[in-house]
């Protein structure tokens, strides 16, 4: 089972809820895969604080232009959706930081004058906390799109029972490539205007991706009930209310594990993963 824990804003909590998750699991003797998916900013390793056993590079392809066989005739560009290649007069630029990596180029070409190349993006680490398999990726500064290396945390996923994939914030393309093929979308969400408004927008990319939606209310006992409101409105199943505490935030900022460390974040862990188990999300 593949369990995606995203929210349609930063600061929600969602690291604190999948890291919590995994470490549950782990606690009572089962394996679990802990996916940091969100490669432009990953914090997991700050809580699990596994260690590391192997680095590599994750690299993308992109498309190099053979000069002796180019006749320049454009038909790279204009099958390019992304506009990364251009013909300007006798010659074929490329454009790498916009470029997808489709492929469509190679096969448009006429002259077979297209190849392709791999270029490093960033680093995947892997490696072990205790019962949990760590993955994540960090993408290297500068770098303007994340989903390569976000399928290449998730290609790097060992084989466990459980996998909790930590996605970016959001509901960009980092969001839409890290959720795709999960089981459950778990939304971590807090009753703030803010993240009310985020929360419905993270709700109707789930919908039409067709995913199955939980949500998580964090910092349960701040704010207004308008969260509440709009999840019974939806029918989308509240499946944890954390209160807050200033206990987590504590343990937060001391990089400790809100399981670890708080009695009631370990009880509502716990009777949150028998929920995502049972199947009964209502």
Avoid at 220 to 228: K, Q
Avoid at 259 to 273: E, G, I, S, T
Wanted: aromatic fraction near 4%.
């Amino acid at each position: 089972m593949r369990v995606a824990i995203a929210s349609g804003k930063g600061g929600t909590g969602k690291t604190t809820i999948a890291t919590s998750l995994a470490y549950t699991v782990a606690q009572r003797g089962d394996r679990v895969a802990y996916l940091d998916c969100d490669v432009e900013e990953p914090n997991g390793h700050l809580f699990l604080q596994p260690q590391i056993v192997d680095r590599r590079p994750i690299t993308r392809l992109v498309p190099v232009v053979d000069p002796v066989r180019c006749a320049h005739c454009g038909a790279c560009a204009q099958v390019c959706r992304y506009r990364a290649i251009a013909c300007v007069g006798e010659r074929t630029l490329i454009f790498t930081e916009l470029c997808h990596s489709c492929g469509g180029c190679l096969l448009a070409c006429p002259q077979e004058a297209i190849g392709e190349v791999p270029v490093p993006i960033g680093t995947l680490r892997t490696g072990r906390s205790g019962g949990v398999e760590f993955v994540d990726g960090v993408l290297n500064v500068g770098e303007a799109m994340s989903p390569p290396a976000i399928r290449a945390v998730k290609q790097a996923a060992p084989d466990a029972p459980l996998t909790i994939l930590d996605c970016p914030p959001g509901t960009s393309c980092p969001v839409i490539e890290s959720v795709r093929g999960c089981d459950l979308l778990l939304l971590v969400t807090e009753p703030t205007p803010f993240g009310l408004h985020d929360l419905k927008l993270a709700v109707e990319m789930a919908r039409t991706l067709r995913l199955e939606v939980g949500v998580v209310i964090n910092r349960a006992d701040a704010g207004d009930r308008a969260v509440w409101d709009y999840c019974q409105q939806r029918r989308v199943p509240i499946l944890a209310e954390i209160p807050d505490d200033r206990a987590v935030a504590e343990a937060y900022s001391r990089g400790e594990l809100a399981a670890q460390a708080v009695p009631h974040v370990a009880d509502r862990m716990r009777a949150l993963l028998a929920t995502i188990e049972s199947g009964v999300l209502a």
